[in-house]
């Protein structure tokens, strides 16, 4: 079974505070991808990042970094210095070969960043 | 802005009414995709078109009717829905329905379409 867990409902912070969006999955397939994607309030799901499952190298993208461990089935999203244009639902998502094309969500992750 | 477009952005309809929800893409994918999603809730998968014909419907009830003129388009046809069908309908496409190394695997959303059904 396919399954993506994002265990915090709801994070709030102050800005410039640092915060990490936790995300485990679950697969038995050994060809996989992981996505994050931001939902503001205006409803349009912005991709942010892909990550394979034969590429454990972790990325940073300006104040956006992500830590993928395979060992753990962990994909972790961490937002340094936050700012209150974060603040957003933030969906981790799996997507496997033989899955036809669907993509498997977490329960989202609602972040308020408040100035 | 975004590269899949969808319309309306909102819509109200009575319980007779027929509408339809429209979405389109110009990125050259041959997937597309229409999910649903209730607030504070994840999107379901309603439909995967690949290469413009029905490679899965999620057991949708049939007074949503999906409909791919080509490889561009994407449309939701609306009747007889009941208001538990209120919701954010989001198009989605991507460069095909398999995970391969030519295939980058991300899907893209579309605004949405905010339907309201009284």
């Known amino acids: 079974a396919q399954k993506v867990t994002q265990a915090q409902t709801e994070i709030s912070v102050v800005e410039k505070e640092d915060v990490t969006l936790d995300c485990v999955y679950e697969?038995?397939?050994?060809?996989?991808?992981l996505f994050w994607y931001k939902q503001p309030p205006s409803g349009e799901l912005v991709f942010l990042i892909r990550r394979n499952s034969f590429d454990e190298q972790n990325e940073i993208s300006g104040r956006y970094s992500w830590n993928f461990q395979k060992s753990t089935s962990s994909f972790n999203f961490t937002i340094t210095a936050s700012q209150v244009v974060d603040s957003a639902v933030y969906f981790c998502?799996?997507?496997?070969?033989?899955?036809?094309?669907?993509?498997?969500f977490g329960q989202g992750t609602e972040l308020s960043v408040k100035p | 802005d975004t590269e899949v477009t969808q319309t309306p952005k909102h819509l109200v309809m009575g319980m007779t009414n027929k509408k339809s929800l429209k979405c389109e893409q110009h990125?050259?994918?041959?997937?597309m995709y229409w999910y649903k999603q209730k607030a504070k809730k994840p999107p379901e998968l309603m439909f995967v078109y690949s290469y413009e014909k029905l490679s899965i419907n999620e057991s949708v009830p049939s007074r949503f009717s999906p409909e791919c003129p080509n490889s561009s388009l994407l449309n939701l046809h609306l009747h007889a829905l009941q208001p538990e069908d209120s919701a954010l309908y989001l198009c989605a496409s991507s460069q095909g329905i398999f995970v391969m190394p030519t295939n980058t695997g991300e899907l893209f959303f579309g605004e949405g379409s905010r339907l309201t059904v009284l």
């Open positions: 998502a799996l997507r496997t070969y033989n899955q036809g094309g669907k993509l498997i």
């Open positions: 990125m050259g994918h041959r997937a």
């Open positions: 697969t038995r397939d050994t060809t996989y991808y």
